[in-house]
């Protein structure tokens, strides 16, 4: 069979050899085949050459293991920086998008149907930090490997009335007054997302209620300063994990400022050799840039491959159809006998935060959420052809439901000319003779463009569905969301 080397990073894996040899007492001098290339051996030692061969490929297929562990802390400190670089928000202020968001705003899976609000705490420089919640905000606080620290809302302690929610730092054991929900952060850095529904169109009550969140510190109790409140309005915003060797600098930012648990021990080891340390500057010869960088873009095909193509036993959420569950991992991130890594990063390449609430099948209350990325054949979502979901008639959603597009790489809604990503039962959709509706995805307007999501020719897509108050018939599958299927 004739061999064909093929360049991966700073690899040469070599597809069509022969199977390696294996290691013997016959094999001390010469040149082994290996799944990495070629290896030199002298006396049965790799050669001077060959020991430089191995380190660089040791450090590059650690490098592609880190980028895939640190996707959820990545995605976190990418949004933070964002929103300080580019609407203002600092920590403990309250960055408010007062309006439906729309594609200007790049973040992961961004929700064009509900008004939200972030705040962002460090409770390394300010110590335990007090989040008043209004009542009629649902959301979660995040620590920043995304996992839940508290909920707001009915699934939370507040059971929907609104509190004053404590957050305690890492280690913490000093006092906790009373008339606070105390609850203790893993993590320095934390998210507070809380969302606000619009009823009959009433944009406004929804912003206000978000606006009367505050938060401040509990050394500042007494007299809490005000909460700046920053609104975006229309102004862009591009929270996107960087590609290539930026990544790292988020990496290193964001690995410095919190605690190493006992569960990432040896990822912080296997990224030392590649100058990442906390505790250290982030500066890497330039050996270590070029692993580092040929590492993120193998990283981020891995991590896109386990999100858009995932392999795990509960992906599957309509058997039979391409539709996913979204949200595929405990939100702990913990298993039986391991961390979900897979489930992690099935989940948190595209999207981010993770509550509760997600998961809980009580009929009515929160939201549930399936994406897909492939059409009826299996063939993936393509921009440049054109598409129709059925939504059967009956949708079981209390509250609305509501399907948005979004792209490939960015994993943010499609931006196009039309700056619409997707359309929801809020929206005047034309219905047929039964109730149910047929919305039309592609690059051509159709006859009837009130059902239609443009989409961009030469990129891919893929749709997140979202029931919000899922009722029964969602939970018990009587209802169900054929495929999307390609028309052209």
């Keep these: 069979m004739r061999k064909l080397a093929i360049a991966v990073g700073v690899t040469s894996i070599l597809v069509g050899a022969t199977a390696p040899r294996s290691f013997g007492a016959d094999i001390l001098t010469g040149r082994i085949e290996t799944h990495v290339g070629p290896v030199e051996l002298r006396g049965g030692y790799p050669s001077n050459k060959s020991v430089e061969k191995l380190y660089d490929e040791l450090d590059f297929q650690r490098a592609t293991q880190a980028y895939i562990w640190a996707t959820p802390l990545v995605s976190m400190e990418a949004l933070v920086q964002a929103n300080k670089r580019d609407w203002g928000v600092d920590?403990?202020?309250?960055?408010?998008?007062?309006?439906?968001?729309?594609?200007?705003?790049?973040?992961?899976?961004?929700?064009?149907?509900?008004?939200?609000?972030?705040?962002?705490?460090?409770?390394?420089?300010?110590?335990?930090?007090?989040?008043?919640?209004?009542?009629?905000?649902?959301?979660?606080?995040?620590?920043?490997?995304?996992?839940?620290?508290v909920e707001v809302g009915p699934f939370g302690p507040d059971k929907g009335k609104g509190g004053k929610f404590l957050l305690l730092p890492p280690g913490y054991d000093g006092p906790v007054p009373d008339g606070y929900l105390a609850t203790k952060s893993k993590t320095n850095q934390t998210m507070f997302i809380g969302r606000a529904f619009v009823n009959d169109g009433d944009i406004k009550t929804a912003v206000d209620t978000l606006a009367r969140i505050k938060a401040y510190p509990l050394s500042k109790a007494g007299n809490p300063p005000e909460t700046r409140i920053v609104r975006a309005g229309?102004?862009?915003?591009?929270s996107i994990p960087p590609k290539g060797f930026d990544y790292w600098k988020l990496v290193a930012d964001a690995l410095d400022k919190e605690p190493v648990?006992?569960?990432?021990?040896?990822?912080?080891?296997?990224?030392?050799?590649?100058?990442?340390e906390k505790g250290k500057t982030f500066e890497p010869d330039a050996r270590q840039k070029r692993i580092?960088?040929?590492?993120?873009?193998?990283?981020?095909?891995?991590?896109?491959?386990?999100?858009?193509?995932?392999?795990?036993?509960?992906?599957?959420?309509?058997?039979?159809?391409?539709?996913?569950?979204?949200l595929t991992l405990d939100p702990s991130q913990e298993a039986l006998a391991y961390t979900q890594l897979d489930e992690r990063t099935d989940y948190t390449f595209e999207a981010i935060t993770v509550?509760?609430?997600?998961?809980?099948?009580?009929?009515?209350?929160?939201?549930?959420?399936?994406?897909?990325?492939?059409?009826?054949?299996?063939?993936?979502?393509?921009?440049?052809?054109?598409?129709?979901?059925?939504?059967?008639?009956?949708?079981?959603?209390?509250e609305f439901w509501a399907v948005t597009l979004y792209d490939v790489m960015t994993r943010s809604m499609i931006k196009t000319e039309t700056m619409k990503a997707g359309v929801s039962s809020q929206?005047?959709?034309?219905?047929?003779?039964?109730?149910?509706?047929?919305?039309?995805?592609?690059?051509?307007?159709?006859?009837?463009?009130?059902?239609?999501?443009?989409?961009?020719?030469?990129?891919?897509?893929?749709?997140?569905?979202?029931?919000?108050?899922?009722?029964?018939?969602?939970?018990?599958?009587?209802?169900?969301?054929?495929?999307?299927?390609?028309?052209?």
């Excluded at 905000?137 to 995304?146: A, K, L």
């Excluded at 648990?261 to 050799?273: C, G, Q, T, V």
């Excluded at 590492?295 to 491959?305: H, K, P, R, S």
């Excluded at 509960?314 to 539709?323: D, K, L």
């Design 292 to 326: 580092l960088t040929a590492a993120a873009d193998v990283g981020f095909l891995m991590a896109q491959t386990l999100s858009m193509a995932p392999r795990l036993e509960n992906a599957s959420s309509y058997p039979g159809t391409h539709w996913e569950w979204v």
């Design 427 to 488: 929206d005047k959709l034309k219905e047929n003779a039964d109730g149910s509706v047929d919305i039309h995805f592609g690059p051509k307007v159709p006859k009837d463009d009130v059902n239609w999501v443009r989409t961009i020719p030469g990129r891919g897509w893929f749709a997140y569905f979202r029931w919000y108050g899922p009722t029964e018939k969602f939970f018990d599958k009587s209802w169900t969301l054929p495929d999307i299927d390609r028309k052209g």
């Design 91 to 149: 920590y403990n202020d309250v960055g408010l998008v007062d309006g439906y968001t729309t594609p200007a705003v790049g973040a992961l899976t961004g929700n064009n149907t509900t008004i939200y609000a972030a705040v962002f705490t460090d409770l390394q420089r300010d110590g335990p930090v007090v989040i008043d919640s209004p009542v009629g905000v649902y959301g979660v606080i995040d620590d920043f490997w995304q996992r839940p620290v």
């Design 234 to 238: 229309e102004r862009p915003l591009d």
């Design 261 to 276: 648990e006992d569960r990432d021990r040896f990822f912080h080891a296997m990224l030392k050799p590649l100058g990442i």
């Design 355 to 398: 509550a509760e609430g997600m998961i809980k099948k009580i009929p009515g209350v929160g939201s549930q959420y399936m994406s897909a990325a492939k059409d009826k054949t299996g063939a993936w979502l393509n921009g440049g052809r054109n598409y129709t979901l059925h939504v059967p008639a009956d949708v079981p959603a209390k």
